[in-house]
């Protein structure tokens, strides 16, 4: 792969890399799109990463389906697939870190998933580096994700432009994910709790409420209305360092981490104060 991008740099031409861990939905074609836009050559990457999911998580049974994307990718007019097998990414004795410190990893869904933003900042920083893209896109769903790739980049003088694109939802406003293919039929209706406790917090601030604890109570209250959702958390924050804030004032978070059943779903909007 870094052989093939070398030779298409050489040749002058620009390569978009859109990173994902597969079971592709619009969101990830939304990505893909963009890539396609701007670049001469489009990097699809799916990668399932084991570094950044946790001891009992779902990686063993993250969706995977490789013949499915492939097709999805193939009608996108993405150029090249990279699809790794996981020895092959990491090799026996594999041994570095890559961790951006502070509130960016440590709040949020930092604070119940440990660990996992380094195993992100790790296979982003490998991909990257064997990629070798202009331009990489990534969502807004996984904000602070974004946020965290947006520091590191930064931090460490990547030579690449991260570029972030909205949340696309279903018809019904709930995010869309790979995970919500785990969810029941009830569990799905329930899920809807998400994007309307956030469009309740977009119209409080439309409102004039500024009081970030005071927003936050009330998406708690209205999540709480749906008896299967189990809060992880409900946040309120500043936008670029994900620290909490009293008042809200220029760009702020609210994002949401919710589980219905065992499926762990996670969504947010971003207000302009
Ligand atoms: P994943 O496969 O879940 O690791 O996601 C790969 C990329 O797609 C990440 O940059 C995500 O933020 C992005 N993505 C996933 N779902 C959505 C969505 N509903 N809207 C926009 N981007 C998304």
Known sequence: MQKES??????????GLAPTMGALHEGHLSLVRKAREDNDVVVVSIFVNPTQFGPGEDFDKYPRDLAGDLDKLEAENADIVFAPAVEDMYRSGHST???????????????????????VTIVVSKLLNIVLPDRAYFGEKDFQQLQVIRRMVRDLNFPVEIVPLPIVREK?????SSRNKYLSKDERIDALA???????????????????????ADMMSLIEE???????????????????VATLAGRTLAALAVKFGATRLIDNTVVEV
């Open 172 to 176: 019904d406003g709930l995010a869309m």
């Open 6 to 15: 070398r030779r298409l740099r050489a040749e002058g031409r620009s390569i």
């Open 194 to 216: 998400l994007k309307e406790a956030l469009e309740h917090f977009r119209e409080r601030v439309e409102e004039g409420e500024r009081d970030a604890m005071k927003l936050a």
């Open 226 to 244: 749906t008896p299967s959702a189990e809060i992880d958390y409900v946040a309120v924050v500043d936008a670029e360092t994900l620290e909490d």
């Open 97 to 119: 870190v890559v961790e951006v410190g502070g509130a960016l990893t440590s709040t949020l869904c930092g604070m119940s998933r440990p660990g996992h933003f380094r195993g």
